[in-house]
């Protein structure tokens, strides 16, 4: 070790597993530094009745590792310094340089830390382990992005907010069947760990994936776990099996926003203004709608829509119009069952028959003599009872010469 001092003040060198600690508190409180090489810089102070040296600025390199009360940071290079006003900057560089502290560990190629503002910028490559909820089996955040940026309570390491830029990536922000982590890709994302509320943005869509769901939006509003609202042109995409064991896709869009509610036991689909729901069996459109799906498969358990209700069964080439509708789509261990109610009359169109009644049920029943699956259709006309239109056309001439 060598020291150089002058009237300004004063150069210490080290070399080979140098160790320093600030003399601004000791024991548990103290901030120690270790690396294989350092270079401190310390100034007289201006005030005279004030002895000894501040440490001014620090150059450290080698395995760095810097220790404060409640966090940990390790890198190849460290360069601190100490203003003016008293607020300290240490620049902690490396191929994966480290911060660790109040349940989180982020790394990053460069990070820089302003002590007493609580800010700490992370840049190149960063990937953070963070832990969002307060419970004990709350899962944790992963996050990657390009640049980080985090406040913490001025003296403490305990993140109050982000803000993620750049090729984002998040696991387990959101729960995917099973409780299986959900993955979302974003540009930007701004986090609350206390309250867990935040916001994912995207200039083409935010794309979510929960194992068998796909949402997109530009704008996703996340109010705790629980809880997403999209924003913007959006559209959920849901696959699941149909009663033969194939994969069918379900597509969920609204022109209002849409509210994801995992509150309770299944999670609830809420759409409002001009809301579409299509399958290979169903296309759906109404006012406003709710959808249940199962936690465990992600599965439609039931949709209720409401207001200007239209529902065409693709296969059967049936369209119904209403006001209300409850349905159950079928599926390999269920039949399908859905009813509709007009206000007052609903109506009923296949070919060229119309029929308008109070209320419509689809139900499905095996063929006694087939076994298989057979679609019925129960019409109830209640007090106005049940009309049915035929439009009974006469077959078009034949045209002279080609014998049709």
């Avoid at 509150?263 to 689909?269: A, M």
């Avoid at 369209?319 to 209300?324: A, K, L, N, S």
Wanted: hydrophobic share 35%.
């Amino acid at each position: 070790m060598t020291l150089v001092e002058s009237e300004s003040g004063l150069v210490v060198t080290g070399e080979k597993e140098v160790h320093l600690q600030s003399s601004e508190s000791s024991g548990a409180g103290a901030t120690t530094v270790d690396a294989d090489a350092a270079e401190l810089k310390a100034r007289r102070s201006a005030d005279p009745a004030k002895k000894g040296l501040d440490p001014e600025h620090l150059d450290a390199r080698g395995h760095v590792r810097m220790e404060t009360p409640d966090s940990i940071a390790r890198g190849d290079q460290l360069s601190w310094d100490r203003k003016g006003d008293g607020e300290d900057v240490a620049v902690l560089e490396g191929d994966r340089a480290e911060v660790q502290g109040s349940g989180s560990r982020i790394q990053a190629r460069t990070v820089t830390m302003h002590r007493l503002l609580g800010i700490s910028t992370f840049q190149g490559d960063v990937a953070a382990l963070l832990a969002p909820g307060k419970g004990s089996g709350d899962p944790p955040l992963r996050l990657q992005c390009r640049v980080l940026t985090t406040h913490a309570e001025p003296g403490t390491r305990e993140i109050s907010d982000l803000e993620a830029l750049d090729d984002v990536i998040i696991e387990g922000l959101t729960q995917g069947a099973g409780d299986k982590p959900g993955r979302a890709e974003a540009d930007r994302f701004t986090w609350t760990p206390a309250d867990q509320h935040g916001l994912l943005e995207k200039s083409s869509h935010v794309r979510i994936v929960q194992e068998n769901s796909l949402i997109l939006a530009p704008r996703v509003v996340l109010e705790g776990q629980s809880m997403i609202v999209l924003k913007g042109p959006k559209r959920i995409v849901l696959t699941q099996n149909d009663p033969d064991g194939n994969e069918t896709r379900t597509t969920v869009t609204s022109d209002g926003d849409i509210v994801l509610d995992s509150t309770g036991g299944r999670t609830l689909i809420r759409l409002r203004d001009r809301c579409e729901v299509r399958s290979p069996e169903l296309h759906l459109l109404a006012d406003r709608m709710t959808l249940a799906t199962s936690k465990e498969s992600r599965d439609v358990e039931a949709i209720d829509a409401s207001g200007h209700v239209r529902a065409r069964q693709e296969q059967e080439g049936a369209t119904m119009f209403g006001e209300w509708l409850h349905l159950e789509p079928k599926t390999e261990t269920r039949p399908l069952k859905m009813t509709l109610t007009g206000a007052p009359l609903a109506l009923a169109e296949a070919g060229r028959t119309v029929a308008t009644q109070e209320k419509i049920l689809v139900t499905e029943k095996p063929d006694p003599a087939t076994g298989r699956m057979v679609q019925y259709q129960e019409m109830r006309g209640g007090k106005h009872g049940v009309k049915i239109v035929v439009d009974e056309r006469e077959p078009e001439p034949k045209r002279k010469g080609t014998g049709k």
